[in-house]
């Protein structure tokens, strides 16, 4: 595996907004990243590179509770708010957990954003500003 979560967290603490998110996601596709996974829950998130070898962050905050009641219109209204540098990140993670949302799957080669609940079945695809 070519990167480290250390590396990852550094390109990370540039991200100060939603609006910053594209910059960072080239950043970690340059260190080798091709996916990963992020968990509303406890904010681990998992780093693939193109073999599937994988490193991951471990729980970054308390556990939060994922709303059994899905609201994707609400969710969609709070994404976009963040997108556009309206909350930092805990506060839209815990948007998530309020509407349901159990994380998301970025894919780099394909520069999509995939929100899913927690049964697994997607709720919102997106395509990544480059």
């Not at 070519?2 to 910059?23: C, L, M, R, Y």
């Not at 596709?29 to 968990?39: E, P, R």
């Not at 815990?94 to 997607?122: H, P, Q, S």
Request: aromatic share 12%.
């Amino acid at each position: 595996m070519k990167f480290t979560i250390d590396e990852i967290k550094k390109a990370h603490q540039k991200v100060k907004s939603g609006a910053d998110f594209p910059k960072y996601i080239q950043e970690i596709k340059d260190l080798g990243v091709s996916h990963y996974t992020a968990l509303v829950a406890n904010g681990n998130t998992k780093y693939f590179d193109a073999e599937e070898n994988f490193a991951e962050t471990g729980s970054k905050y308390e556990n939060l509770i994922i709303s059994e009641n899905l609201n994707p219109e609400q969710f969609k209204f709070r994404l976009k708010l963040h997108q556009q540098g309206g909350t930092d990140y805990p506060t839209f993670c815990k948007d998530c957990a309020e509407n349901g949302v159990e994380g998301w799957k970025m894919d780099l080669n394909e520069m999509t954003c995939t929100y899913f609940d927690k049964n697994g079945n997607d709720i919102l695809v997106e395509t990544v500003p480059s």
